[in-house]
């Protein structure tokens, strides 16, 4: 069976059994009962366009994470805007983490722009020192944009807002982009510390780019959004975009959905539950090595067996980081989910690795 590329493809997939994904790194609460009802009272709305600015969407995302609406655009999920941006910036030398996301690549590769890669030390637990990723920018004068993921992907790991800002401080002095990727920063427990929204100005090199898919359960209806530095780029940005790139169910989300408490408690609390859980079973598993992740979810390492093929046998998808770019085979990451499927997992995998 060929492995995919991404995750999220555990329905695709022709098993014998029942699959239980954890490649795809979705909280498993599933979509809020208000978002629901928000798309159940959009339905009349379907005849008619979608506002092609979006207002009331960038206004209820405005109010979410306190931006100027006037520096904010949505896309048709976070990866429809990163095509978009790194196209509209026209660079010549990226330069990407390994391991990261790989749609980075993919984008700066159609634009046109040569890669260097900056590889996070496994020894290191793949965590980004800032200092001294700036040393190597020092030696290469050819960057000219950066795409950092935070926290990273797969890896889980996190730059502060401080560090965020000394980078953006040495790009803006060097005539450096950064795009910083804040897909998952809502599953984190003190999120205000290492998201960069509250802390970029209109003549910072900065572009945030932010996913609400993960978080609420709805990569079919994808939804992203951009926090720019100033309106000029916005202007370059909708003048760039296909227009009604966003669908009526998602540029309809309102201030309902954004503010359910509701919703974000039980998140925090299962996330917190469950992180425990993992964190003190997935350690005493012989042959597995699972790296420390501020998210949800985990890079693990076993090399001593194919234990993608083991745990597909069993009913069990994970993400195989084989292709990520720093990561080479032996390498897996799975998601967090609820409390009997990671039981489930954690059987299966005490039966593979015990053996």
């Not at 690549?105 to 990723?133: C, M, P, Q, R, W």
């Not at 916005?234 to 919703?263: K, R």
Request: proline letters at 4%.
């Amino acid at each position: 069976m060929s492995q995919v590329k991404h995750g999220g493809y555990g329905r695709e997939l022709k098993s014998d059994v029942p699959i239980t994904d954890f490649s795809a790194n979705i909280n498993p609460l599933g979509v809020p009962e208000k978002l629901l009802s928000s798309i159940q009272k959009s339905l009349s709305n379907l005849i008619y366009y979608p506002d092609v600015n979006y207002q009331n969407l960038r206004k209820n995302l405005a109010q979410l994470y306190q931006y100027d609406m006037n520096k904010i655009w949505v896309g048709n999920g976070s990866v429809d805007l990163i095509f978009n941006i790194i196209e509209i910036l026209n660079s010549k030398n990226a330069l990407l983490l390994a391991p990261t996301f790989g749609e980075y690549e993919h984008a700066f590769t159609k634009s046109g722009a040569e890669i260097t890669h900056y590889f996070l030390k496994e020894e290191n637990d793949f965590n980004l020192d800032v200092n001294e990723l700036i040393n190597f920018l020092k030696n290469d004068h050819s960057i000219d944009t950066i795409c950092l993921c935070n926290p990273n992907n797969p890896t889980g790991t996190l730059v502060n807002k401080f560090q965020l800002r000394q980078l953006t401080s040495y790009c803006n002095d060097n005539g450096i982009w950064l795009i910083i990727d804040e897909a998952f920063n809502d599953f984190i427990a003190n999120k205000q510390d290492y998201t960069f929204a509250g802390e970029i100005n209109e003549d910072d090199s900065v572009v945030i780019i932010k996913s609400l898919t993960k978080y609420y359960a709805i990569p079919g209806l994808r939804l992203g959004m951009a926090l720019l530095p100033n309106k000029q780029f916005l202007n370059t940005l909708i003048d760039y975009c296909e227009p009604w790139s966003v669908n009526t169910f998602a540029a309809e989300l309102g201030p309902e959905v954004f503010n359910d408490q509701d919703y974000a408690k039980k998140t925090a609390d299962w996330l917190q539950n469950e992180k425990k859980f993992l964190e003190a079973e997935l350690p005493q598993i012989p042959n597995l090595k699972m790296y420390p992740s501020a998210v949800n979810y985990y890079l693990l390492n076993c090399d001593t067996f194919d234990l993608y093929q083991e745990l597909l046998d069993a009913g069990i998808l994970i993400r195989n980081c084989d292709n990520y770019v720093g990561l080479t085979k032996g390498y897996y990451r799975i998601a967090v989910k609820s409390h009997a499927e990671n039981q489930l997992l954690v059987e299966q995998l005490n039966r593979f690795c015990r053996r």
